[in-house]
């Protein structure tokens, strides 16, 4: 109980650290956001009415108040729910747009994270059940694999699957062409949301399933001279049952504890993945919100990627609580 | 865990036979892009004008940044300035105006008949509180009347002959009965617009918008019934859904166009409008500070700059040759003086140059660069880094000046600080470009970019809507433009234009280096009607406003 | 107490110096490398068991990584790509020569083609290989500095240092890398080489400070480490002569990974329009071909090299880490060989052959695995 406790305390304080992080740093770094906002309609050729510019002044108002003041205000609205208003979306509020954008994130992310995972487990298991075999030697490929630059690969992948084969669709969530009302929860919706996701994903899996795979492999080569899988061996269990029952749990141990942190990561990975597809998640929002000089909206996702990390380590923490009970035990 | 193999592998089974379903289900549901929903209507015309994903539903004309079908296919000004080719204004929602000898008044027929999509009639009532509500308001306007059923009249406190296409062209009509109770026009969304134009609005998601023919149009129905304008980020992106079939407007800088075109179904048209210049901060009395201070180094430079291989290597030879009067070669001909260099010199002409900068006293010194009384001929240029284009420019403009004796320094800055030193006045050269006017007359070049009006001394911030980055004061191109916006008399103008040319071409405070090229992709395989090099009836961008919907009116589907 | 065990069963050692920022750009998991908890009590093995095997190596030889071809593989990939990047500059074109005519395929005087400016790509790329290179090796060391400082130190210290240092590290390891570096970079107003480099530095530490700090903290209780406590000796020359040396392998293997990621999150933010202005590197080659273009009309001498040099290098210096783990654990190396030298001796003994020398089981383990020989010993 010692141990939930103090991990939770832990969090709560990580939560307030980011949330104070997050109002810092725009404070901290020089740019006057107005200004930039009126060059970039300059550069794309966009004359600035008086209306627009009284629009203009309204978004981007004047804040006096001390230091402490606005902190405290800072705090309240979030609080509150009120993330402030996008200017590259005007006017649509900031919570809207993240709102939209979480379940394209957590969906194809997370499902992409967790079959990668899956994979670079079980075929981490495998790799290192057959050490000193032929197998050994699919290591260096699965380092080559993983030191792509993921950017790199999806542009390949698109010029070669969407463009040039044609087999996968070049952009978006699903298929904008044929819902001009929106998202309809229909079977040729979901069809569409999974061939839209098909690329993306393969980005995703492919560049980091080296990674599990590695360190599962070389976790599973440690275990497997452990004292008590010999006398597993020599007691006459099947070679199947050891590496399921005893080997693959105890050698999965550190790659749970990693896959926290790591599904929180996802997130920002994914950013210059999505913005490539053009795909509707959070990470091509903050992409768009730093290119657009759009900190409302930049201070939105950053929060909200670490508190979305948080809980991923958060439920993590918890699990990894559950099923190791020396962590527990020992408090 | 699942003991019994059995039931693993039902459960696998159960799981693949559910993904396949899914998949196929998806794929065939996505397959024909040309199908628009199975109603079997005709063919939707797929629109990219530059908007990104996540799509705001905001049509409000008075915003920043409203969707493009605002400006032009739902809401309509009274008459369309075409600034691709010279030309009379053509009549939309007004059908005469005349001007008061003084320039102080303006009085404008407008056309009966029309009706907004909520079925109201389109009154003078309408017009008058498009010009006078607190949105729309312009400082230069004193007043708008009704003078009777069919005519308004506008009154100025100042000659407003240079405002005509701002008052006339790009004020959009909008409807007082809705508009009248927004107590906030410049933030409120309008995300259900009622307008006079061709379409209407139909719906919005995160990632399109459409629009729907408006069968009462005034000019008739349009033969196109829908219209999808999609949300893409990339222009990467863009350009893989034009070649692959699924957009069929598009407007982008593409290097290699013919890779788009040459499968057939696409054509290109390029209508280049926006100069792109050296600024060079240019008058030491405003407090400039450099060796381009001195109208021999800005001569200099103006020679030395290879504008074919720029156009080559910057503008993958898209761009269109520059003049030096910022008129639009071609269309502004008429304006352009018969006494200066219509077009800016095309190749580098270092020999020139040496003669220009030695005849200013210039001497190279023995490390190859000029310097004179001492001071060494070194200046620094200022690119966004990011902003390829100019980033290249940049570099070709230092290499080629470095050769002939004057050492330019490229330097890369964000664009924050870019805008901080233009605004400022604190750089010597700088890489930008200069906004075209919105009609067939260079004017407004002169008086926003070159008047001393329209600047400050350095260290003074200028406001907005003061464009003179360059610091230029000239009383005599003060006079002469003073002169030019009082009258309305073509041949006035023209000897008033003749008179500013001389002296920007003497004094090249805008470095011209090329016209920016201005892509549009049309599927004309599909579609007809649309503009044409022969036939340039409104400006072709699927962006450009007002002129968008003036095609959008216009296209047909091709028979077939 | 809780935290310790999780801490040595949690983050496994030899990982790269920063696995939060090793997911920063790709999404990668951390490196989870095997338990390499130094063993407290010397590992020895009954005489008659181990077979005859290699003579122990003493000294310095104890603690390199035992010859195989990865890391053959490995050295060849790093050791040649740095060569690249420090020769092939002096024999190329400069990278900024802008005469050449534009978008050119490869030939025989350019290598490799030209830009749409007219630069030579082959100069670009060695030139880009020094800059990548060295915003990897500065950001590299930064990490490993400061996850020394406060892994080791809160971990050897203790007590509410240990508390107040520990605090940071975890709220660093959690706050999501990537965002925090695009958020920070896009305020700068310049963005150099060493002001990216600094950015991806400060912001990848975290994870080999949750490492080192629990091996520190193991290492703390040590005979040797007790004694020169005992004798009086300073806290700063211990932590200096005593336990830091022992962690080399550790530390060597931290700061490869360091450099990979640096590399490989200095590409993404170049891609993003976020690196260095005004430098070239490999990130800024990639963002000059997509701005240009390059991926849609087939120009893949442009942007494929510094993609594949990038996987390459990574490559090479993954399977150096690969090798590094042999060391700390030596399982990894002996396990798999033994249970070859089993296999082998099965199908002898089918075939009828003798069975060979090594006929054992067991793993041989022979005294090089001995993690307290240490160099100072």
Redesign the interface.
Known sequence: M??FA?RIT?YL??LW??IS?NFA??K?????PK??????????????????????D?LFGEDDSSLWDQYVSYLNNIFHGNLGVST?????PVTE?IA??LPWTLGL?GIA?IIS?VL?IAGGAWVGWK???WV?HV??AS??L???????LA??L??TF??TL?WF???????????????EWS??????????GTLPAMT?II??V???L???R??M??T??EDYITTAEAKGLRPMRIARTYATRNAA???I???G??L?????????ME??F?Y?GLG?L???A??E?DYAL??G??LV??VA??AA?FIMDMI?GFI?P???H?? | MIRSVARKRLLTAVALVTGVTMFAAGCSSSGDPKDDGGSGEARVLNVWAGTQTPVVANFNPYAPNPLHAANGAIYEPLFYYNKAKAGAPEPRLGEEFTWAEDGLSLTVTIREGVTWTDGKPFTVEDVVFSYSNDAAKSPFLESAEKVDDKTVKLTFNSPQFTGEVQFLGTTLMVPEHIWKDVADKATWANEAPVGTGPFTFDAVTDASYTVVANEDYWDGAPKVKKVRYLGVDENQSAENLLTTGKIDWAAMFVPDPERITGPGRLSMINTPQDPTVLYTCSTASQGCTGPQTDIAVRQALDLLVDRTEINEKAFAGQAAPASPTFALLGRDDRWISPDVEAESPQTADPAAAAKVLEGAGYTKGADGIYEKAGQKVELTLITVAGWTDYNTVGDLVASAAGDAGIKVTHEQVTQQEMSDMRVAGSFQLMVGGITGPSLDDPFQIYRQWLSTDYTQAVGTALESGDFNFARYSNPVLDAAVAEAAATNDEDAKKAAYATIQTEIARDLPYIPIVVNASQTFMDTKDFAGWPTEDNLYAFPPSWSTVSLGVVLSKLEPAAS | MPDDIRDAETVTPAVDAAPSASVVVDGLPPQNHTQGIVPDVPITTPDHVVAAGPAPKRGLRAMLPPFSGKLLIGLILTLGILLFAVLAPLLSQDPRYLKNASRLPPSSEHLLGTTASGADIFAQLAHGGLGSLMVGLLAGIIAVVLSLFFGVVSGYTGGWTNDLLSFVTNVMLVIPGLPLIIVISAYLESRSLVVIALVLGLTGWAGGAVVLRSQAKSLRSRDYVSAARVAGEKSGRIILVEILPNLLPLLTAQFLGAVLLAILGEAGLSYLGLGPSGSITWGTMLSEARAQNAFLDGSWWWYVPPGLLIALFGCGLALLNFSIDEIINPRLRTAPAAVKSVRVARKNRRAGKPAGPTASTRPSLDASTRDDEKVNA
């Open positions: 010692r141990f103090r832990f304080i990580t650290a980011a992080l740093i725009p901290m770094m020089p740019g006057d200004q930039l906002f009126m060059e970039k309609l300059m550069r794309k050729g966009i004359e600035i009415t008086p209306g627009m510019q009284k629009s203009i309204l590259t979306f005007f006017p649509k747009l939209a954008a992310m994270t995972f670079g050490r000193g075999t050994d290591i260096p380092t080559l993983q030191a792509l630059p993921y950017f790199w542009l390949i698109i010029s969407a463009v044609q669709p070049v952009i978006g969530g699903y298929d904008i062409f044929s819902y001009d009302y929106g998202p079977w040729s919706f979901v069809g569409s949301v999974i061939y839209h995703i560049s980091s080296g990674g599990w590695l360190g599962m070389n976790m080569v440690a497997l001279s141990l550190p790659s504890a990693g896959f942190i790591s929180g990561f996802v997130v920002a990975g994914s950013v210059v913005e490539v053009s509707p091509k903050l992409f768009d730093v290119r000089n930049m201070q996702v950053f990627i670490t990390v948080l380590n990894y190791d020396r962590t527990r020992n408090a």
